[in-house]
């Protein structure tokens, strides 16, 4: 499967900005999805994650409450909503595809998409 995301850009802090990761290849509900952020000189951080048929979500501590991740099959995209954004949410946003239930471990996915890059001024 391909992915690709957008979405990304200039917002300020307390804006909003949607993520989108479009699939091609294979469809989208064959795969754990997830979304994963690298800022300068930080690791991998781990966003959010949804199963196959988005019944189940999980998010990392710093954008719980904030960040909403959502999937639609039939569109083949994958999404995350993004509210009351911080300077701190200043990434590249990756969505990543897993063959099995991957959490929020990143080598554990097997194919991601170019980043997209969220600059959050304040």
């Known amino acids: 499967v391909q992915l690709q995301a957008s979405g990304g850009g200039l917002v300020q802090a307390g804006g909003s900005l949607r993520l989108s990761c479009a699939a091609s290849?294979?469809?989208?509900?064959?795969?754990?999805m997830g979304w994963f952020r690298q800022a300068p000189g930080k690791e991998r951080e781990f966003v959010a994650s949804?199963?196959?048929?988005?019944?189940?979500?999980y998010y990392g501590d710093s954008v719980a409450g904030r960040f909403t991740i959502s999937r639609d099959n039939v569109k083949n995209t994958l999404y995350l909503q993004m509210n009351s954004l911080k300077p701190e949410d200043t990434a590249i946003y990756y969505c990543?595809?897993?063959?099995?239930?991957?959490?929020?471990?990143?080598?554990?996915?097997?194919?991601w998409g170019r980043g997209t890059q969220v600059t959050v001024s304040s």
């Open positions: 290849g294979r469809t989208l509900s064959s795969y754990y």
């Open positions: 990543a595809a897993s063959r099995g239930v991957s959490g929020s471990t990143w080598s554990h996915y097997d194919y």
């Open positions: 949804i199963i196959w048929n988005g019944a189940n979500t």
